[in-house]
Every structure is written in C-alpha cells, then in structure tokens.
C-alpha cells in the first residue's frame, strides 16, 4: 500500500447492541473515547470509541495508518437512571414505552406510502398520498386510549362505583380511600373530579415520547441546514423548481434534521380535552332536564372544534411532512390556539356540570359505550385506506370515485332515516360516510405521485399493502391495550364485591356471602375487542405457525448455498440450524395473517357490538344457544388472557429495568425507532435522527480538516491521503447507508450555498463533481443486513431497489423449507430521469466499470442475515457485492453454529476488507509499490535481453532500420 493513505475503519453495531470492545477485539478496560483535536466524540448514549492500543487489525497493513472506530449507539433508549427509584422510575417509563408502541407502527405505516424528495417541502420530503388519512388514523388512536381511561375513570370509578341504597351512601370497596371524599359529591361532580384522568394519561404517554428526545446538534451546521431551503430567487415557494425531483429519498439534506416542536402533539391533546368535554356535556344532556340546553350547546361546541382540530391534522399533514420553519401565521400558534379553546370549552362545562342537577344517579354512562364503538370504526375504515395509497392515479382515481359513492349513498340512506333511528346513532353512522368521503378525496388527488416500480407490485411486501397491513396491526394493538386497561379496572372493582367466608365443615372451602360481581357493567366493544378479536388474531397466527413448523422436518432443507468443506463434518447440527433460521425468516407471511384476521375480527366485533347493544338484535342474540354455551367461557377467557397479557408486560418491563438491558421489546424497538417521528408525535422518539447525522459528520471529520468542520469552507479541506471503511452489522447498516445519502446531500448543499451567485446548471454540476469525489474515499463493507428482503419490501420509497440498485426479490414462501428458493427477481433497470449516482452502488462510484465499493457478508444460519443480490444458484449473473461467511463459530472453545453476531472474527471479514482496502491504491494515478517495482525489474530484464540476444536477430533488426524506404 502506499505510505500515504490513513484510513479510519468506522465499525457499526445492529439489533444486538454489540458492545465496543467486541467490535474493537478488546478487553473491556481497553476502550476510551474516540477524540478529534482533544474533543472527546461520545456522551453518555452514543459515540465514538477507540483502544488504548491498536488492535492486531490496525497493524496488518505497516505502509499505511489505519485507525479502527466503534460507533455505539444502543444506549439510544434515552432514558437510563440508576438507584432503586431510578428503576422503579425505569421501569414505569417501560409500560409507558408499550402503549406508545402503537403509534410507533402508525409511523412506519406513514413511511411505507409513497413518498418523494421535495425541497420545497419542509424536511425536503413531500407528503404523499395519504399522508393526511394517516394522521388522522394516529389522532383517533390517541382518542381511543383517551376513551379507554375515560371509560375506567369516569364510568366505573365516578358512576358505577357509587350507589344509594337504603338512603347510604355506598361506593366500591377496591377503591382507594383517597377517593372516599367522592361519596358526598353528586353525579356531576363527581364525573368532573375524575375527568382529568384521560387528559393527563395522554399527556404521560406525550411526557414519555418526548422524554426520549434525542438529536445530534453542532453548534452551527445544525441551525443552517434547518434553515436552508434551496430556493430559486423571484419564485414563489409554489412554483419554484423541486431540485430534488429525481433523487432518492434519503438524499433529502433535511430528513434527518428536527426542531423540537410538534403542532400535532399540541392538536392530540387539544382533542383529548375537547373529547373528555363532550363526555361530560353529552352526559349532562341525558341526566339533567334543566341544564340540558346548556349541556347541548358545550356538547355542539366540542364537536365544532373536534372537527376543527381533525381538519387542520389533516391539511397540516397534506401540506408537509414537519411543520415549516418560518411562516407568517405558524401551525403551533394556531395549535396553541385550539389548546387554550378546548381548555376554555372543558373548564367551562365542569363548571356547568358540577352546578347542575342530575335526575338519575345510577343512570348508565351511555355516552362511553358509543364513543369507542365509532373510534374503532373509523379506524378500521382509515385502516383500510392504506390498500389504495401506492395505486398508479388511474386506479386510485376509479377506487376514489367508488368509495365516494359508497359514502354519498350511505350519507342519503342515513338522511332518510333520521326520524327513526336515536340522535346518537344517526351521527355515528353520519361520521362514518363522511370519513368515507374523506378518504376517497383523498385518493383522487393522487397527482404525481405515483410509485415508482420497476420490478412490479410483486417487490414490495403485502403487494404494495404495506401502510394498511402497518395500521391494522397498530389497531390490534391499540384495541387490545383499550381492553387491558378497562376490563382489568373493572374487573379490580369489581372483586370488593365478592364476600367469602370458611367453611367450617371443609377447611379446604369458602362459602359466597354476597354475590355482587355484577355491579360493574363493562361495555361490551371492550369484552370483544379483547377477547373475540385478540384470540381470533392469536389463533390464526398460532395456527399457520404450527403449520410452517412443518418445514423443520420436510424437503430437502435448506441447501443452498453448499456447506463449506471445512465444516462438512458438522453438517448436521448446520443444516438444523439452517431450518430453523429459515423458519423465523417466513415473519412477513405472519404478519400477513395478523393482518387479515385482524380485518375480519374488527368486522365480527362491531357486528357482534351493535347487535348486543341497540335495537332487537341483542333480544336475538342471546337468545341462540351458541351466545348462551360460549359467552360465559368467553368472559373468563378474555379476562385470563388478557391478565396474562398484562402481567407479562408489567414482568417484561420490570426485567428490562432491573437488568438494565435497555429497550423494552428492544427488536420491536429498532424496527419501529429508526424512522423519522412523522406520523403520530407520540411514536417512539427516532434515534436515527442522531446517529445518521453523527456518522455523516464523523466521516466528514476525518475527510476534511477537522478543525474546520463548520466552516463553509470546509470541502476546500479535504485531505487527498485520507479513506474510510465503513463496516456495518445488521440495522447498523440501515444507519450507515442513510449517513452516506446524509453526507451527499450535506456537501452536494454545502457546495451550492458556496456558489450562490454561479448558474444553476454550473453550480449543480460543480456540487454533483464535488460530492462524487469525496465520497469515492468511502468503502462499505455490510454483514448480516436484511435490507433486500425487508427493508426494502417494507419501505420500497426509501430501500427499494430503485434506491439500492441491486435486484429484487419476492416475498417468502409459506411452507416450503427453503422460502426464499426461486423468488430472484432480476436487477432493475436504470430510469432514464434518474442519475447514476441515485444508486448506493452509483454514489460510490462503484459497480461494473467501477472498482469494488461494497461487500455484504452473510450465512445461511443467520435469521436476521440476507445477501444483497442473490442467492448462490438464483441467478446466472455475476454476483460480486455477496461473500458467505463460515457457518461455525471462529473462536468457540467446542464446535457451535454461528447465527447472527460474530461476524468481525470471521477470515471472510478479514478477506473482504483487505479486498476493499486494496482498491485504494490504484485511486487518483497511484500504483501500490508492488506494481511500480514489478514494472522496474521487467524494464531492467527487457534491457539485459536486448543486450545479450544473439548478434544475428540484432543485425536483422539493424538491417531493418538502414533499408531505405520503397517508393
């Protein structure tokens, strides 16, 4: 190699956390922060981190420096106290985190729409099709969870909880005696005394998303990256150009960049107060004769501007992905606005509803059981939606237009019959055309927005179903954790009710004194929701699991690729672990299953709801034999299940806390935490948001001079000796490949911003010159990734091989033992508007005509590790970018089957490395030292041969040179 290169190796943990040291081959004492001019590059959740001493890696190459790096980011959890109320502290913060996790799969549904670069837009990403029925789908889920406290406060605690009888006063006896000062209070009174339970429930699970915050912030690129917009003088943000038209996603310069503030967050509250108003007029309005007028006017009011605060979700989510950084009027004072009129409005009927008269104490809570009912509905309608948000415009043209006339006919049917049908009905059955008729304008406004697939529906996961498969698994799981939390308070309430007493006779037995069990009523949804839904979920998934289990034992296996020689004595113990890799690999197909009963389950419980609640169906319900053998044991199923549920969430959460390992349900967490917080503002907090810019300004760092990092001037820096190797494990690949994209487009911008005043053709092509140079000095090197059959399934706008440029593939078989055999799909074709360097392969300047610029590694028994081409056999074409790793583990005391970790200790790591390192030193004219002295001792050879040929091939030669020249 030549002397001159100093090469910075930057090693990338994934899922498993690896620690520093392992990733550096040390000893855990062996390790100290990474520092850059005598500033240390970690804190307490991630950084940079270095060996005291070299490891053996660094001194492989003695002509050349190369300084080994570990970025650790899985201290990202954001919230890691210590002490006994640290974690206990931790440990709520861990449940909190489990009933966030719905949203966190709203915002992923939000990311696997359509979604295209647009620097006119905030973030630099436009919104999409369908970005506003998303937002309103993650209002409606924090509603739900606002109905569910509501029901469990305001019903159970506040009505069902307090009776007279025999002129006493009685209340539940599992009540806490902090509540005995409600027994002397009214019906009113005491709902408005509990009515700020749901509000301040939400604004927990918000303290709880916020909390986990974290952003990676330079003390000047930061502010000017956020502020820049690329704009073209004497345009109007409308009509400008988008200079982004034909660039990835993930090259947006803003993606990664977020100012903490969330008018949405704002609005979620804001409706949640507006929400627990209207229980409280609505109630008021059935219970109270003389304040009935007052309490429909505040009921009136809070629907006004519930619908006020829906709308203005759904522009602002039609608008932009982030709220714009400088406008004339901003979306948080219109925000705050709203905020302080639904606090207006609330206080205003407390103080109504406590004055006023209630005619019936024992009255049922009625309004609580309609409510959830309409939520679930609408959700299940928004749900369904995501089918139609990646259609051509055609089709979502003629489905916009059938659903539009599905709503305007249901809105007629449901005017003609207002004289026969309750109020409350009738406006239910309203809101639900006109959501209907919502969704369908949204469709038909489809514009440019369609997706860009060249290898076909068959690429993406679920046929392009993506967004609406996300939503209904957020609706399973916002529905199941509704059911938790009221049928597990009402059930506690209920408990106080049952009076035991030993039986003398048989000291084994107790005898009932007083059965009263059923005081508490829960509404029904929630018996459903969690009992008929849930286990309808679970038994679908249980059953087409039994039946993949069939692939551990069937087929031929898992042969492809071959067994290495070397490991062919452990054959066996491989192929076993093979199968049951593959056997976890089918989690698409299961979640396809989750998804579709989930659909069907929503129906079976708003159907099983409405008729057991309104009108003579309940009558006919119980009355079949089926209703009357299997309710009762459906009860105390729903209740054993989801106690189970319950306590192991409260176990896991309790574990994660006392052992420290970080994350609750820590996959869920990095799969789900990874994407920008777009969709719903009380999603898990993204930790990309941090470690994608913290690795981009690490790389620049190092490339230029790193005492002038911020300086505008800083490309001018750039050191000509200087590499990286950026080595990337798992879902560290996803950060390092978005910090690539990331660092483009940062000094693609830096360098546009330095030629204001140059033309816009010349300045793009000199920033386009500049970006390619710096990043030919980067080299990728990926093991055990899955961005080829999930990611890029997944998310095809923003992982897709029309990101990547590497070929497809289809989704997994269900029950075959190999499920990836025969599913290659070829390598899509370059779009004539896209340029090359699009592609990752392109960005780095590498490919066919290029030098190698990335190397994946993988084996066949890891479960969480996928080739990046193809599978050996799949495809005659060449696969340059895919090497297998040895299925044994490298430095085990027996013989074991590596899985998913261990890859750095590997010689297919060592091989691959010293591949991509080689490559350097034919860069910018520069022969290694071999092939200059190879080149020498052939011309000295070449001499001593002219010299000492014989003398008659010399005359010849000689006699050649003096004949004259024929004419």
């Not at 060996?51 to 980011?73: F, G, H, N, T, V």
């Amino acid at each position: 190699m030549s002397s001159a290169l100093e090469i910075l190796e930057l090693r990338v943990h994934g899922v498993r956390n690896t620690p520093p040291h392992e990733m550096l081959g040390v000893e855990p004492g062996d390790v100290v922060p990474a520092d850059a001019d005598g500033i240390k590059l970690a804190d307490n959740l991630a950084g940079f981190y270095k060996a005291k001493q070299p490891p053996a890696e660094a001194l492989l190459a003695p002509d050349s420096r190369i300084r080994i790096e570990a970025y650790s980011w899985g201290k990202l959890d954001r919230f890691a106290p210590s002490g006994l109320l640290g974690k206990a502290a931790r440990a709520l913060y861990n449940i909190g985190w489990f009933l966030i996790a719905p949203f966190g799969l709203a915002n992923a549904a939000y990311w696997a729409r359509v979604l295209k670069a647009d620097n006119r837009r905030e973030g630099d990403v436009g919104p999409g099709t369908g970005a506003a029925l998303v937002r309103l789908f993650s209002l409606l889920l924090t509603l739900l969870f606002a109905t569910a406290v509501a029901t469990a406060a305001m019903d159970f605690v506040a009505v069902q909880c307090f009776r007279t009888e025999n002129g006493q006063r009685q209340m539940c006896d599992a009540l806490p005696h902090w509540f005995d000062g409600l027994r002397d209070l009214e019906r009113g009174q005491r709902l408005a005394a509990v009515s700020i339970f749901p509000i301040l429930a939400v604004t927990l699970l918000a303290a709880v998303s916020l909390s986990s915050d974290v952003r990676f912030r330079t003390r000047f690129t930061d502010q000017k990256r956020v502020q820049s917009h690329l704009k073209v003088p004497g345009e109007k943000p409308k009509t400008r150009r988008n200079m982004l038209k034909d660039a990835p996603v993930l090259a947006a310069p803003r993606l990664w960049i977020r100012r903490v503030n969330s008018p949405t967050g704002v609005a979620h509250i804001a409706a949640t107060v507006l929400l627990v108003a209207f229980l409280l007029a609505a109630d008021l309005k059935a219970n109270s004769k003389d304040d009935a007028a007052a309490a429909t006017t505040f009921a009136a009011i809070a629907c006004f501007l519930l619908a006020v605060v829906a709308g203005s979700v759904m522009v602002w989510g039609s608008k932009s992905v982030r709220a714009p950084f400088k406008v004339r009027f901003s979306r948080m004072a219109l925000a705050v606005a709203l905020l302080l009129a639904s606090l207006l409005v609330y206080l205003l009927t407390v103080v109504v509803v406590c004055r006023a008269t209630t005619v019936n104490e024992t009255a049922p809570f009625t309004v609580a059981q309609i409510v959830p009912i309409v939520l679930v509905a609408l959700l299940a309608i928004f749900a369904t939606s995501g089918c139609f948000m990646r259609l051509s415009p055609a089709a979502a043209v003629f489905w916009g237009t059938l659903l539009w006339c599905c709503g305007f006919i249901g809105g007629l049917i449901i005017v003609s019959r207002l004289d026969r049908a309750p109020m409350s009905v009738s406006a239910a059955y309203g809101v639900c055309a006109i959501c209907l008729i919502a969704v369908a304008a949204s469709l038909m406004k489809q514009g440019e927005r369609a997706p860009v697939r060249p290898l076909g529906r068959k690429a993406e996961a679920w046929h392009g179903l993506a967004p609406a498969v996300m939503m209904y698994l957020s609706l399973l799981l916002a529905a199941f954790y509704s059911s938790a939390i009221v049928v597990g308070i009402g059930n506690w309430l209920q408990a106080g009710g049952l009076l035991w007493q030993q039986d003398t006779n048989h000291p084994l037995f107790r005898n009932l004194l007083k059965d009263d069990a059923s005081a508490i009523k829960i509404p029904f949804l929630y018996w459903a929701a969690g009992g008929v839904m849930v286990l309808l979920v679970l038994a679908a998934v249980l059953l087409v699991a039994a039946l993949m289990l069939s692939s551990l034992w069937s087929g031929n296996g898992v042969t492809n690729p071959d067994i290495a020689e070397v490991e062919q004595p452990y054959t066996s113990e491989i192929l076993a672990v093979r199968r049951r890799s593959a056997l976890l690999q089918r989690g698409e197909r299961v979640v396809e299953i989750a998804a579709l009963a989930t659909m069907f389950g929503v129906i079976v419980v708003l159907a099983l709801t409405i008729l057991h609640e309104y009108g003579p169906g309940r009558q006919w319900l119980q009355q079949q034999w089926l209703w009357e053998t299997f309710a009762p044991a459906g009860t105390w199923v729903t209740t054993c299940a989801l106690t189970a549920a319950g306590a192991l969430i409260v176990g896991a959460a309790i574990t994660s806390a006392a052992v420290g390992t970080g994350r609750p349900l820590g996959l869920l967490w990095d799969l789900v935490a990874w994407l920008p917080r777009a969709g719903h503002p009380f999603g898990p907090a993204c930790y990309s948001e941090r470690a994608v810019p913290e690795l981009a300004s690490r790389m620049l760092q190092w490339l230029t001079d790193q005492k002038k990092v911020d300086d505008p001037e800083v490309l001018d820096q750039v050191q000509p000796a200087r590499r990286i190797l950026l080595a990337t494990h798992s879902l560290g690949a996803v950060l390092g490949i978005a910090a690539l994209y990331h660092l483009a487009a940062t000094v693609q911008q830096k360098e546009l911003d330095a030629r204001e005043n140059m033309a816009t053709a010349a300045a793009k092509e000199a920033a386009e010159q500049k970006t390619r140079e710096l990043l030919s000095r980067i080299r990728l090197l990926t093991f055990g990734i899955q961005l080829r059959p999930y990611f890029g399934r997944f998310f095809p706008d923003l992982w897709g091989p029309a990101v990547l440029g590497t070929p497809g593939v289809k989704g997994p078989r269900y029950f075959a033992s190999d499920p990836w055999k025969d599913r290659f799909l070829p390598t899509p074709p370059l779009l004539p508007q896209n340029p090359p360097q699009g592609h990752l392969v392109g960005l780095l300047r590498g490919g066919a005509d290029g030098p190698g610029v990335w190397q994946n590694l993988w084996r066949r028994t890891d479960y969480l590790g996928f080739p990046v081409y193809s599978y050996p056999n799949d495809t005659a074409d060449k696969n340059a970018l895919d090497a297998t790793a040895l299925e044994i583990e490298p430095d085990s005391y027996q013989a074991l089957v590596a899985t998913h970790g261990n890859y750095f200790k590997t010689s297919s790591y060592a091989v691959a490395r010293e591949s991509l390192l080689k490559d350097w030193e034919f860069q910018e004219g520069r022969a290694p030292a071999g092939t200059t002295m190879a080149v020498v001792v052939v011309g000295v050879m070449g001499w001593f041969w002219w010299r000492l040929r014989p003398d008659g091939s010399r005359l010849k030669v000689q006699a050649a040179k003096d004949k004259p020249d024929e004419m």
